[in-house]
């Protein structure tokens, strides 16, 4: 099969397409002809070595295609099934946190940067129907993480005011449509009045740029006398900021650390704010679940910036580092 294999930590130009063996189903297994996957910021930062994995690895944690082969003691996934990838693998039993075996799927595990994929049948779900190709295989990684983080974690309510940092992103774009359809009112920050823009098409109540300064002030102008109940924070950085901006009694939740590994927060800002700050890290089968009958259910679907052949995986990581896309970069495998 055709796989883009990673070799060496580096710049998008160690990103190679290969010939490669076919992978073998075992026990418990399928093997999936993918014919789409996408990109996420985790896929750079394993390129890079930012977050390391054993090499040679096939990165990707997001895919859809069509079962080919079932392993021994596999029921309830089919030969033919067209199907969506959950990333989270070995996820355990419990909803509240992961188990100790969990890790997400391309890389130490190979990923969906590939014409074929062995995986668990447990992680397989039938794709939504009235989505493309594409926009099934843009789906798992970063929607599952919004909804964990906005509907598991903070328990988004209908009326509630969010504020989303850094439009533009898979997770941001994919909260925005999350939010919106719980009812709730979204605000955005971003450094282009043009991804703000964009958002506001989107359903957005408005948005703050903060390479203009004070953002946290703006942010609350925005949201009115009732205030910010819930901070949705990729940064990490930003957590003394997105406290701050929350209204007494609001929630922060965080799932990324994309400004930096360490934030110092002032525990009176927490402490008499009566805030509550949440971390969360992709999600479990059954937020993948609810996210899908979200999907089936409601008329949003995935942003996508761009779709590239699979050959053209290091121009796609090109775009994704510079931070120039509005929504998922996606690649092609349909042949």
Known sequence: MNAVVLRETGGPEVLR????????????DALVELRAAALNR?????????????????????????????????SGVEVGDEVVILPSLAWGDREDAPGPDF??????????????????A??????????????????PLAG??????????????????????GIGGGVATFA???????????????????????????????GVNYGNGEWVSEA?????????DVVVDSVGSTWPDSVSALRPGGRMVAFGGTGGRAAELQVRTVTFGQVDVLGSTMGSPRDFAQLLAAVDAQAWEPVIDSVRPLGEAAAAHAREEAGQHFGKLVLDISG
């Open 176 to 206: 925005l449509h999350i939010a919106r359809a719980a009812g709730a009112r979204v605000i955005v920050t971003s450094s282009s009045n043009e991804k703000i823009a964009r958002a506001v098409e989107m359903g957005a109540l408005g």
């Open 122 to 139: 447990a992680n397989l779900f039938p794709r939504p129907r009235r989505l493309s190709w594409h926009h099934s295989a843009a789906l």
């Open 42 to 74: 985790r896929d750079v930062f394993i390129r890079k070595g930012v977050a390391p994995s054993p090499l040679p690895v096939i990165p990707g944690s997001d895919g859809a295609g069509v079962v080919r082969t079932v392993g021994a003691g596999v």
């Open 103 to 120: 890790r997400i799927l391309g890389g130490p595990n190979d990923g969906t940067y590939a014409e074929l994929i062995r995986i668990p």
């Open 220 to 228: 609350k102008a925005l949201a009115g006398p009732r205030g910010i």
């Open 144 to 165: 599952l993480t919004a909804w964990r983080a906005l509907i598991s974690r903070a328990r988004l309510r209908p009326g509630e005011t969010v504020l989303i940092l």
């Open 17 to 28: 397409l290969e010939t490669v063996p076919d992978p073998e189903p075992g026990p418990g």
